[in-house]
């Protein structure tokens, strides 16, 4: 227990600050007239900060300072707290809702998954809907800070190569040299984006409330909605065109934009190959897909085609998981490769989920290499990336990450189908969970939701978000008995 | 042109080889007598004997010596030709068979694949049943000859492992010094094992025709049977145990029984990792299963759950795909599992396919490498296996494979989506495919076959097989620019 004490200690400062988001909520419930509900979000937030200060008080005497390796205890343990604070003021708030869904529904926010367990949603408190979208923009907030700030320090699966090798401001000790300043950087130019994603829906027609959520879940790349109907409640073009804007934006590393602000000049993020990549298979599918879908004559035209398309390419290869229409009744080949796509296109350092591009771009490099080497035995080729030569420890991290990545969605899809699912509603539960992509395919598909699953199914889920939201590794050590280790 | 002289000599040779195999059916249908069929494979055996010779004596002036990076040309060249070389009788024997069909067909016997694509295989004479079956055989010594001898020479995805660091009659250069000789050892176990495998199923009560076909399906691990019933035609305890037994033998290293006889001593087998981690996931996934049967009530007793856990689970894991019931109507755990298993499972230089044992062992033990260097970042743990430390580049090569085997499912799957299948059908059928194991789900489950599908979805399956038999990098090397650079 006594080493347990200074990541508690931390815990405590967190749920503190974590406190002051009950009162956004609190104050649109104040703003629509919905007292009731006004003291379930000062009930949280009193709650919560009080839980954090008592946890404070209590380890006031703790001596030891925080590890690095401490930091696998906290990130693990705040994702697992903070959903179940979150969850408390829905189990007041949504009629007949239960504990596993209130709890699965507040980790699918708070780690941009957006995979809802509610149905019903025009009908929920307005206060509800601003909770669930906010906890998505917090979700981003904290995934910037963990994969850009922390979890390099921590030389997690490959993600060391941003501590030393990538082109940007943490590569300078002296332009950000602590944790904190670097948080603070990126977080104003989040906080910026955020403002103008705003201000833009604003003026593509919604009102400020759901300009507002939309803004939350959006550049969280969460994907809740406040509508049943998702983007199929406007049917706008423009709202589309909006959305599709600040998706793909929010998609790429916020370190770079932190770096194109500093430098003044784009070259950062139009010659990295990570954003390179990721715009190159964004557009190719767009356009296989707006093909397909017109030689199917799913629309009556190319361009409503390439319309429905785009948007909802870049909703799930993001990551977002937004709809506004029953995309699984394409032609199969379209949801297959929109959530394919989810689970590698983000870049790394956005808040989008999965493998990463810049992983996928490591392998790729890597399977060239492979092929030129059996052609040309001698020929020392070793793998660059951004003109710096990639350390074979980052490989073999690489590679230890895409085992355990598929060995999770293997077992994961195994326990789920042992729980009595269908192998496509299995499957793509725990591909969409596991990379925060959000809704799947078959009984969990974009027009249903995961109320349909059992409480257990709820479970699994919520620790596969967590999983995947964490980078899997610093999860997946602490079940180690080494971990506990002196 | 000239510089694929050596490599057509070769191919000419091989095809002159292959011409004494059509004897095989020639001699059982005229045991059967089958007098008009026996034509058939005569011209076939002379046919191929005067394009071999025709080949060779074109080439007879040839100058160049065969380079190693010709080896990838030939192997292709050579699962390439001999299909084709192998469908015209069946396309003079099988009633209403097209060219696709009787392609795949052989395709699907020469890689030791297993998927049928042709119905009423009880109605098919017996010597056609015999050339399909005996296809296994022979792919099955090809297959040894190529993982075993010539694969480690080209240095391919982490199998040059097998060249220098594996306890075996390859390292002692003295023991073995060429090819010639290690696959003469090899094959020597091969056909005495074979023979055993043969009186084996005799003794059990099959007839010798059915003993003869089983054999041959088995030691390939190819799975095709002469019954459109498989091994439900006998129903018999005893043969299945057979099977088992045989099957379970077929997937692991011949390597290891030819240094067991060499050494008087099973120590090289029971003690290598490979071997153990093998019989480990085999057993665990037939107690597994075994449980699962008996508690959702699919058979009356234990006994009955774990008989047909074992031999499907044998059969399916090892890549062989015998089925002896729907085993595609099991709670779908089961069926998801075992072809899962069938991905991996068989050991390098075996007659199975997919990934093989000792890429999952190399990868796991990077996995657990990696956990232990995120926890401790200065420990320096080398992954090691049988007691030698695995170089960094055998590592990359492993990463480079999974990539590419990743992608070429996914890539073959969306190929298979946009032809109009469903997601089960096109997914199963190309795992099935690519790791040439057989039947798969769906349409193309166990009590169906690959007959439902289209020329098209065919022909991208037969190369999906040939991709998987030739360990893909083999044949995807030559779709390179540099491979045919001077
Ligand atoms: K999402
Ligand atoms: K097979």
Redesign the interface.
Known sequence: MDSLQPVLAVLARVLMGFSVAFLVPLLWSLWAGEGGHARVWAAGFGATLVAGWGLGWLLRHHSREMQ??DG?LLVTLVWVALPACAAVPLMWTVPGIEWADAYFEAMSALTATGATALAGLDRLPLSVNIWRCFLQFIGGLGIILLVVAVLPL????GMQLYRAETPGPLKDDKLTPRIAETARGLWTVYFALSALCLVSYRAAGMGWPDAFMYMCTTMGLGGFSPHDASFAQFDSPVIEAVAIVFMTLAGVSFLRYFAVWRGRSTRVLVRDPEVQAYAFVLLASVFAISF?LHAHGVYDSFAASLRAAAFHVVSLGTTTGYAATDYAAW???AP??MI?LGCFASCAGSTGGGIKMVRMVL??K??Q?????????RVVNPVTLGGATVP?TV??????????Y??SI?GL??VM??S?????T?FSAVIVCVNNIGPG?GLVGPVSNFGVLNDFQLWVLSFAMLLGRLEL??V??LF?A??WRK
């Not at 921590?154 to 699966?157: F, H, I, S």
């Not at 290499?369 to 035995?377: D, G, T, W």
């Not at 490989?395 to 355990?404: D, G, H, K, N, R």
């Open positions: 690095p390796r696998f921590l030389g997690l699966g397909v032609p199969p080949f297959v490769l394919f392998l790729l890597q399977a290499r492979e092929l030129v080497r059996i052609i040309h035995p074979a490989l073999a991290a690489v590679l230890a990450f895409m085992l355990i598929g060995a293997i899809t195994l189908l042992l009595g699912l269908d192998l496509v299995a395919l590794l610093s997946l050590v180690t080494r971990f």
